[in-house]
């Protein structure tokens, strides 16, 4: 696996009681964590908190090396442009890909997603196509692949997993076909915490001629992506799930399928020449970054994946599992509580989704932060899952490896106390 | 925090016991109000008397505390006030709700419902405790009534 290709170049130690979820050793590099003792954060699936080298970093960029990066022939700007290209090889090798030029900066998941749908959709699909994505989708990879099915006349297909949130191989042979010109996966649901079976999907997308697009906003915070290995031709995810800023996506793809696609936004940066009638466009990366890039956002991102890639991934990986099984555990157990999905409180990475009897989530979360303890209550932008399940809303707690036993301990005592306030006197 | 107070016994009270909720059967008006994102769903029914003035209201539906609550303190407020009155009634608690006004005598109109002063502080639960009160004032719109 791509433990040892990753994981040998930089043999890193894991800090001690990483894999002891009562102590935490990391939340000292957390200021904000730091600065609020009393807060129980639950809520890392919408976004993580940051560690002060992340912050720093901000600092550094704009203190010594602040020029608008690509344009100037003077030192800082040079500085600046170098900054973003040692960022573009970090991140490639972070998820397993050789060529640097692959990664494109967005603003965010959702405008790596959207490229993808516009400028490869829009490109590829044709009148009775198929494009295929699973229920289990975060409306980021969903709308923007309604849009551009409903332009070209495509059809939308569903993947559906079973009751666990499991998808069959049969499932994906049913709707992964000849038809079918693209598949779009998560890699970790948002609500379920359930992992879908890329590699399957690749293998058959492969098959029938599909690209395989994967959303990795979930799940490279949590585990080990490698584009080539799980056989993914375009991924899109963001720096803020991963520690890094908000405002930075990243949109990875292979050179071809990205040299075949048209630009998504124009404008500065993204051509080679112009004339009043036409344009020649940059060869990627520079083709999908029109405008100013964030530079000093992606300075930061790097030294969010340093700060991971610092820590021992493997044993942070089994923490946050451990973390979560503990979670999913410790709700089961509470009578009036329904874990969404599995069963198996093992069967779940970072995130699990719960409802409180049948008060409604928004006041489980209102309640809940009367302790001091942030979840997220809502649709989790995943609507149509939501509906699929028979439900409207639901709770979701989501853990980081910063978390410790003590927060769901927390969480599960300020559960009580909801349970308490709405049974008063009944 | 913010919400130490709202959940409180006199609150929950007309969660677990709503005076209001109930299928009117001669109602003059009947209008449906939801908050699409948080599933919040409420019918609102009104009667107006010979005087032109709110004689009955009441609700029924399903959503959060906040909605439910909201619209049960709303609907005992509404008896005996005139349609211009009851807009002004669900302008004041507008602004209530979103912090545009804090002088405690005004906020005496709103009687019970004036308890959900904190909803200024929890700015995504405005829309919940808005609902019923949006909702009688769309009635109130779209009849001409009032405006």
Same mark, same amino acid.
């Given at each position: 696996?791509?433990?040892?290709?990753?994981?040998?170049?930089?043999?890193?130690?894991?800090?001690?009681?990483?894999?002891?979820?009562?102590?935490?050793?990391?939340?000292?590099?957390?200021?904000?964590?730091?600065?609020?003792?009393?807060?129980?954060?639950?809520?890392?699936?919408?976004?993580?908190?940051?560690?002060?080298?992340?912050?720093?970093?901000?600092?550094?960029?704009?203190?010594?090396?602040?020029?608008?990066?690509?344009?100037?022939?003077?030192?800082?700007?040079?500085?600046?442009?170098?900054?973003?290209?040692?960022?573009?090889?970090?991140?490639?090798?972070?998820?397993?890909?050789?060529?640097?030029?692959? *990664?494109?900066?967005?603003?965010?998941?959702?405008?790596? /997603?959207?490229?993808? #749908? %516009?400028? $490869? =959709? &829009?490109?590829?699909?044709?009148?009775?196509?198929?494009?295929?994505?699973?229920?289990?989708?975060?409306?980021?990879?969903?709308?923007?692949?309604?849009?551009?099915?409903?332009?070209?006349?495509?059809?939308?297909?569903?993947?559906?997993?079973?009751?666990?949130?499991?998808?069959?191989?049969?499932?994906?042979?049913?709707?992964?076909?000849?038809?079918?010109?693209?598949?779009?996966?998560?890699?970790?649901?948002?609500?379920?915490?359930?992992?879908?079976?890329?590699?399957?999907?690749?293998?058959?997308?492969?098959?029938?001629?599909?690209?395989?697009?994967?959303?990795?906003?979930?799940?490279?915070?949590?585990?080990? *992506?490698?584009?080539?290995?799980?056989?993914?031709?375009? /991924?899109?995810?963001? #720096? %803020?799930? $991963? =520690? &890094?800023?908000?405002?930075?996506?990243?949109?990875?793809?292979?050179?071809?399928?990205?040299?075949?696609?048209?630009?998504?936004?124009?404008?500065?940066?993204?051509?080679?020449?112009?004339?009043?009638?036409?344009?020649?466009?940059?060869?990627?990366?520079?083709?999908?970054?029109?405008?100013?890039?964030?530079?000093?956002?992606?300075?930061?991102?790097?030294?969010?994946?340093?700060?991971?890639?610092?820590?021992?991934?493997?044993?942070?990986?089994?923490?946050?599992?451990?973390?979560?099984?503990?979670?999913?555990?410790?709700?089961?157990?509470?009578?009036?509580?329904?874990?969404?999905?599995?069963?198996?409180?093992?069967?779940?990475?970072?995130?699990?989704?719960?409802?409180?009897?049948?008060?409604?989530? %928004?006041?489980?979360?209102?309640?809940?932060?009367?302790?001091?303890?942030?979840?997220?209550?809502?649709?989790?932008?995943?609507?149509?899952?939501?509906?699929?399940?028979?439900?409207?809303?639901?709770?979701?707690?989501?853990?980081?490896?910063?978390?410790?036993?003590?927060?769901?301990?927390?969480?599960?005592?300020?559960?009580?106390?909801?349970?308490?306030?709405?049974?008063?006197?009944? | 925090?913010?919400?130490?107070?709202?959940?409180?016994?006199?609150?929950?009270?007309?969660?677990?016991?709503?005076?209001?909720?109930?299928?009117?059967?001669?109602?003059?008006?009947?209008?449906?109000?939801?908050?699409?994102?948080?599933?919040?769903?409420?019918?609102?029914?009104?009667?107006?008397?010979?005087?032109?003035?709110?004689?009955?209201?009441?609700?029924?539906?399903?959503?959060?505390?906040?909605?439910?609550?909201?619209?049960?303190?709303?609907?005992?407020?509404?008896?005996?006030?005139?349609?211009?009155?009851?807009?002004?009634?669900?302008?004041?608690?507008?602004?209530?709700?979103?912090?545009?006004?804090?002088?405690?005598?005004?906020?005496?109109?709103?009687?019970?419902?004036?308890?959900?002063?904190?909803?200024?502080?929890?700015?995504?639960?405005?829309?919940?405790?808005?609902?019923?009160?949006?909702?009688?004032?769309?009635?109130?719109?779209?009849?001409?009534?009032?405006?």
């Amino acid at each position: 696996m791509s433990q040892d290709t990753q994981g040998e170049a930089k043999a890193v130690k894991a800090r001690e009681g990483t894999l002891d979820i009562a102590a935490n050793p990391f939340k000292a590099d957390f200021p904000l964590l730091v600065k609020h003792p009393e807060l129980t954060f639950l809520d890392s699936a919408a976004t993580a908190q940051r560690p002060e080298v992340v912050l720093q970093a901000e600092r550094t960029f704009y203190e010594t090396m602040n020029a608008n990066p690509l344009r100037g022939l003077y030192k800082l700007s040079v500085e600046a442009t170098q900054a973003i290209a040692d960022t573009r090889k970090h991140i490639a090798e972070f998820i397993g890909a050789s060529d640097p030029d692959e *990664v494109i900066f967005t603003r965010n998941a959702s405008e790596s /997603l959207n490229l993808i #749908a %516009h400028s $490869l =959709g &829009g490109s590829i699909l044709r009148k009775g196509d198929e494009v295929a994505i699973t229920i289990m989708e975060h409306h980021s990879n969903l709308i923007p692949w309604q849009q551009i099915c409903r332009h070209v006349g495509a059809t939308l297909v569903y993947i559906r997993p079973d009751a666990n949130g499991h998808i069959s191989q049969e499932e994906i042979e049913a709707k992964i076909g000849p038809k079918t010109k693209i598949v779009s996966s998560t890699q970790l649901s948002n609500v379920l915490g359930v992992i879908p079976p890329i590699k399957a999907m690749s293998d058959r997308a492969h098959e029938v001629g599909a690209y395989m697009v994967v959303d990795g906003a979930q799940s490279v915070p949590h585990m080990r *992506v490698n584009v080539e290995e799980q056989g993914i031709d375009l /991924l899109a995810f963001s #720096a %803020h799930k $991963l =520690g &890094g800023p908000m405002g930075i996506g990243v949109l990875w793809g292979k050179r071809d399928i990205l040299e075949s696609m048209p630009p998504f936004l124009t404008g500065g940066e993204m051509i080679d020449s112009v004339t009043e009638d036409d344009a020649v466009w940059a060869p990627i990366p520079a083709k999908f970054e029109a405008g100013t890039q964030d530079a000093a956002g992606i300075f930061a991102t790097d030294a969010a994946i340093s700060y991971i890639e610092s820590l021992d991934r493997d044993a942070l990986e089994k923490r946050e599992h451990e973390l979560t099984a503990y979670l999913a555990k410790r709700l089961m157990e509470l009578p009036y509580v329904t874990v969404l999905g599995s069963q198996d409180p093992e069967d779940h990475l970072a995130a699990v989704s719960f409802n409180v009897g049948d008060v409604h989530p %928004h006041d489980v979360s209102s309640i809940l932060d009367m302790s001091d303890v942030a979840i997220r209550a809502g649709h989790h932008c995943a609507q149509p899952l939501l509906t699929w399940m028979g439900i409207s809303s639901c709770c979701r707690a989501s853990v980081a490896f910063y978390n410790d036993k003590a927060d769901i301990d927390n969480l599960i005592d300020a559960l009580e106390n909801v349970w308490k306030v709405f049974n008063i006197g009944d | 925090m913010a919400t130490d107070n709202l959940y409180n016994a006199q609150f929950m009270d007309h969660v677990a016991h709503p005076y209001y909720k109930y299928k009117m059967e001669d109602e003059t008006y009947s209008h449906q109000g939801v908050n699409p994102s948080c599933g919040d769903d409420l019918t609102l029914q009104i009667k107006i008397g010979d005087d032109g003035k709110i004689e009955e209201a009441s609700y029924q539906g399903h959503g959060c505390a906040i909605s439910q609550a909201s619209a049960d303190m709303m609907s005992d407020l509404m008896i005996d006030k005139t349609p211009e009155e009851a807009m002004e009634l669900c302008k004041l608690f507008g602004d209530m709700v979103r912090g545009e006004q804090k002088d405690p005598e005004e906020l005496d109109k709103l009687d019970e419902a004036s308890m959900l002063q904190s909803i200024s502080r929890m700015p995504a639960r405005v829309k919940c405790a808005e609902l019923a009160w949006r909702t009688l004032e769309e009635i109130f719109k779209e009849q001409g009534i009032a405006h």
